[in-house]
């Protein structure tokens, strides 16, 4: 168990919030790590929330192409963070969170990332579902409820600079049945993958998927506010260049297939479900 971080003043930093937006599986990567080298640049913080416009699955910066089952209605891409691959579609939503590791905060490892900002997602699952349920940090980067994992989060850090932490979260079930005949998953995975729990089973059962989206994404706002000194939204500049560095990393890295099927490293076939995978 990862111990929850004592936050005892307000960070004396801003956090800006990117907003939200639907985009396809390269696109959403190359975005997250124009995000990331702007928070180098700047020294400042960054949130976003985002749907991916078809259904998709996000290998690892190490899997192996070998763990999937290439399929023409799903799109696949890789990330630049560690993990196992996870799969995508609408009862999911993703956000991520950049800024840089040496500020009002220490933020230069894995554990202080996920202590400070796991816990900030954890506080909003809290205000997002029924009382009774234990809400807890777990495992690799992960949120739990009553020991199941309900988010998970990859992370990149260059320790002199900057980080990214960004995750998904389950707003619907997940649909077990595509995720296997997607990814090469244990057959242990996919019996638990129907024992997951999600926002809609336990929050407001009035609300529709959209509606508990916003519910939550409000709910991080409010976290993020309480945590942070300052919180507004991104500036028209600072959002201009994400999206100018993110055309590039499209073009250049995210929708190349010499990415996805990259050969630079020794890639592992010991493929898992990412929410399931315990490090």
Known sequence: MQKEIIQSHKINNRINHYGYGKYNAAMNMAIDEAMLKLSEEQKEFYVRFYDFTNKSVILSYSDSVDNVFMKKDVEFTRRITAGKPIY???????????????????LSTSTQVHNLFGNIIANAVK???????????GKAYSIRINGKPIAGHGQYINTEHSFLYHGIIAVGPWNSEEIKSTIRIRNEDYNELK????????????????????????NIRKEVELQFKESSDIAVRDKEEIDKSARRFYKNKYSNSSWFNRSDIQLRNDSR????YEG
């Open 88 to 106: 995508i579609d609408n009862n999911v939503l993703a956000y991520s969170i950049t800024g840089p590791t040496k500020s009002d905060v220490n």
């Open 195 to 218: 024992q997951l729990p999600n926002l809609s089973e336990l929050g407001n059962s009035d609300y529709s998927i959209e509606k508990h989206k916003l519910n939550f994404i409000s």
């Open 127 to 137: 205000g997002s579902i029924k009382s009774g349920f234990k809400v807890e940090l």
């Open 273 to 276: 479900f990412c929410l399931l």
